[in-house]
């Protein structure tokens, strides 16, 4: 089995490496901070304790999953990697700078990968002087927990490089769904309108945050509202990716950041971390009531998840992924009731183009534009899974 340098000790990197080891790897888990390297050890420690007590992993393998990740400060230490995954600082120039370093440390046939969220693979890529060999390879949070791998090829990427990537993903238990080098892969660009028409509905003043919450868990059936979903990864982090993307689709207004958001990252209302965010989470502190009225939370629902659907449609229009991946992604990666594609064919494809289009009319804004091959497909009375 090939040894693995995951190099970046923090909350991704120290995950893949956990993961890597689970799976029988040798582990050289590298991080230019001695003290991330520290926490890394010690957070693994409490982890594996965990799992024997509950009977998940026997005290011996917790043992040997330890064993096998070395710690070390020094890059020097892949030297005899097969594959090499990234996961430090979300910078493209640093990031560039550790591809073109790590080519002269490892192996001719090492494969070279960045579990970026956001930057391009191309750009990292064409840092190195044998860009075939490089590849996306993208958990999730926390990537022991969180099924979903995104395998990213850059244009540079040889099909050899992809398949070995992805049969290696595979072989660790991964659900792996292959996406264009575009921004925000699958997850991080289809997920958009889950936080955006959100905010957009509450900017409206059509709802409370709590309201909306409600009706996107009680009616929509999804595990967290897009309220307390932006306070738990942090309204700074949210605000910044929704940016990002926005900048990176060359400010297409479907994913316009919103300022209500904006103001609550300004404000320091990060979410849970700083104790307030769009709820309030400090000890004795009243919890706000949803306005359970099921025809209000009904359209919240519709129109939440039309916009979702639409833009996994377009997704799909635009090649992203197969629609089996696009559906994957969202029940796998951020835990969605159900595929966005096969939701679409179960309310059927003519009532979403309505919607869309209802909203297109009242707004006239491009936001709301229907996916053309929406209503190519709508024309011919084609669904997504027959
Ligand atoms: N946090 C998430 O939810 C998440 C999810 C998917 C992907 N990612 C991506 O994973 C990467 C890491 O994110 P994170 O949240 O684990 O960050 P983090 O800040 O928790 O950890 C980054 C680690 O990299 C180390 N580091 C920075 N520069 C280095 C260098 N030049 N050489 C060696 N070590 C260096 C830091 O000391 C730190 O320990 C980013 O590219 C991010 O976009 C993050």
């Not at 393998?61 to 995954?85: L, M, N, P």
């Not at 926390?142 to 993903?169: G, R």
């Not at 792996?176 to 957009?200: C, H, M, Q």
Request: net charge negative; hydrophobic share 40%; with cysteine.
């Amino acid at each position: 089995m090939r040894k693995v340098g995951v190099l970046g000790a923090g909350s991704m990197g120290s995950g893949i490496a956990q993961v890597a080891s689970q799976s029988g790897h040798e582990v050289v888990l590298c991080d230019n901070n001695q003290e991330a390297l520290d926490r890394a050890k010690a957070k693994l420690a409490k982890i594996m304790a965990r799992l024997v007590e509950k009977g998940r992993v026997t005290d011996s393998d917790a043992q040997a999953i330890q064993e096998r990740i070395q710690y070390s400060q020094s890059t020097q230490d892949f030297s005899d990697c097969g594959i090499v995954i990234e996961a430090i600082i979300e910078n493209l120039d640093i990031k560039r700078q550790v591809f073109s370093s790590l080519e002269s440390i490892v192996g001719n046939d090492c494969i070279l990968a960045s579990n970026t969220s956001s930057l391009s693979i191309a750009a990292i890529a064409a840092s190195c002087q044998n860009a075939e060999r490089v590849v996306g390879i993208h958990f999730f949070n926390p990537a022991p927990l969180m099924p979903l791998v995104e395998i990213v090829p850059a244009i540079q990427t040889s099909e050899a490089i992809l398949d070995d990537a992805k049969n290696l993903i595979d072989s660790w238990k991964k659900v792996t769904v292959l996406t264009k080098d575009t921004p925000g892969f699958i997850v991080n660009r289809v997920a958009r309108p889950f936080y955006g028409e959100a905010l957009r509905i509450y900017e409206e003043g059509v709802a409370d945050f709590a309201t909306i919450d409600w009706a996107m868990t009680e009616i929509g059936g999804f595990r967290m509202g897009p309220f307390t979903l932006m306070d738990f990864i942090g309204n700074d982090i949210n605000y910044t990716v929704t940016e990002t993307v926005f900048a990176a689709f060359y400010f297409d207004p479907r994913y316009k950041p919103s300022f209500t958001q904006k103001r609550h990252s300004e404000a320091g209302w990060y979410g849970r971390k700083s104790g307030r965010g769009y709820y309030d989470y400090s000890e004795g502190a009243d919890k706000p009531e949803p306005n359970k009225d099921q025809a209000l939370g009904q359209m919240i629902v519709e129109r939440i998840t039309a916009m979702l659907m639409n833009e996994a449609i377009d997704a799909l229009f635009l090649n992203i992924a197969s629609k089996e991946d696009i559906d994957l992604a969202m029940t796998k990666g951020v835990n969605y009731p159900k595929g966005l594609l096969s939701w679409a064919d179960e309310i059927g494809l003519s009532p979403l183009l309505s919607r869309l289009e209802n909203l297109y009319n009242e707004y006239g804004e491009d936001r709301y534009r229907p996916s053309p091959l929406l209503r190519r497909m709508v024309a011919k009375g084609d669904t997504f899974y027959g």
